[in-house]
């Protein structure tokens, strides 16, 4: 079945440094979909991307979707203590059910 | 705007007992998904509901079982608990079955089985 990874599994960072997690599909993916779950709390969607090699722009935040549809990255720049948490990536391949990644679990150093 | 809800908050069940934990979706939205989330584990797909029908499942078995009504609330059941059923269990209500779409999630239920 479909599998979706993620690198790195943690990191650590210092407050003001940039931070970018790897989402990889074992399969071509129809869209993919990001969530941010901070600790104790559930995941909350932050986008989807659509297009081959589409990325968008949140504040902070760079999502961009791998041409091939296989892959996809969440960049954030001048990371602040409100971006801790665990970043999770999840698509859709074809009519399956949605899969989650791994996650990367951010952490700030003040 | 309700977003999700789901009660309970948190259960203890021992071994073999049965639970029933129950969701709200967001105002609005007609399909309910299931994950279960261990911890430090990303949330595994259980199973989504649609028009009161199971439309899609995960690898999980038979043991978990769900309803959805018409008001679109929904139910998940779990028989025979076993000690790796305990994580937190989350709903996500969505719009239609036609993708792509956002899940919202709610707070979910934190099952503990001893």
């Known amino acids: 079945g479909q599998q979706v990874m993620q690198i790195p599994q943690y990191q650590h960072v210092q407050e003001g440094e940039d931070f970018t997690t790897y989402c990889n599909s074992s399969t071509t993916l129809s869209n993919i979909q990001w969530y941010k779950q901070r600790p104790g709390g559930h995941p909350v969607f932050l986008i989807q991307l659509v297009k081959s090699g589409e990325v968008k722009k949140q504040k902070r935040l760079t999502f961009q979707f791998g041409e091939a549809k296989k892959n996809s990255s969440l960049h954030i720049t001048a990371t602040q203590t409100t971006d801790v948490g665990t970043y999770f990536c999840?698509?859709?391949?074809?009519?399956?059910?949605?899969?989650f990644g791994t996650g990367t679990r951010l952490t700030i150093i003040p | 705007d309700a977003g999700v809800t789901q009660s309970p908050t948190h259960l203890i069940k021992t071994r073999g007992q049965q639970v029933t934990l129950r969701c709200s979706p967001k105002?609005?939205?007609?399909?309910v998904s299931w994950y279960q989330q261990a911890l430090g584990q990303g949330p595994q797909f259980i199973f989504q509901y649609y028009e009161e029908e199971e439309r899609q499942r995960g690898n999980f078995p038979d043991r978990f079982s769900g309803h959805q009504f018409p008001n679109y609330s929904s139910e998940l059941n779990v028989n025979a608990l076993l000690l790796g059923d305990s994580a937190l269990y989350l709903c996500?209500?969505?719009?239609?079955?036609?993708?792509?779409?956002?899940?919202?999630f709610g707070p979910g239920t934190r099952l503990t089985v001893t």
């Open positions: 105002s609005g939205h007609d399909t």
């Open positions: 996500a209500s969505s719009l239609g079955l036609a993708g792509p779409y956002e899940q919202y």
């Open positions: 999840a698509g859709h391949s074809g009519n399956e059910k949605l899969t």
